[in-house]
């Protein structure tokens, strides 16, 4: 079990690392824009749809990554201030609304990625670039998540036993203290 943990939390955090160098393109693609806009006095019809396309896939893939390292929002006004025991009960208690999202994303993503895919969807913009493969990161990315959520569940299950966490399994706030 501790290696598949390990393997969900290993995959999560090398398509992160990823999708972290997809902002160098965006932000060139940007910066490409603001200067023909500048100098030439008109963009380039493909380059700020491009880098949506691009940061629409590094805004899904990343997801998994940001429950690894516990990154998502939470209410710290009350949250920050429980005990790891206290933090791993609300967590428990409120994963169902996690699990809910996360099967209406897969649910509905497949559906959409699959009609994409099919017909290898366009934007129809002037430019018109495929669309598909940003459809079809959705429900990958969805699964990611949910495979991460799982293993969150079984680091939130292990304090609840009293167990020790891996943070390189469990997510490097697993074992920490309250303050």
């Known amino acids: 079990m501790l290696t598949l943990a390990r393997t969900i939390t290993w995959i999560n955090t090398w398509c992160a690392r990823i999708a972290a160098w997809l902002i160098l393109p965006i932000f060139v693609l940007l910066m490409a ?12 019809i493909w380059t700020a749809e491009f880098a949506q396309l ?33 933090k791993a009960q609300v967590d428990l208690a409120t ?11 897969i649910w509905q993503g497949s559906d959409m990625a699959w009609e994409s895919a099919a ?4 934007s129809s913009s002037i430019w018109n670039p495929q669309i598909w493969p940003v459809k079809v990161a959705i429900p990958v990315a969805g699964v990611l998540l949910l495979l991460q959520q799982l293993v969150r ?22 074992n920490e203290p309250s303050h």
């Open 33 to 44: 824009d603001v200067i023909m806009r500048y100098v030439v006095g008109s963009a380039a």
């Open 54 to 86: 691009i940061f629409g896939v590094y805004a899904v893939i990343a997801g998994g990554y940001l429950l690894v390292e516990r990154g998502h929002v939470n209410v710290d006004i009350l949250y920050g201030r429980y005990s790891p025991t206290r």
């Open 95 to 105: 994963s169902f609304l996690c699990f809910l999202f996360l099967a209406v994303l």
């Open 119 to 122: 017909k290898l969807e366009t």
């Open 153 to 174: 569940v079984a680091s939130d299950i292990r304090t609840l036993m009293g167990l020790e966490n891996d943070p390189d399994v469990f997510g490097k706030q697993a």
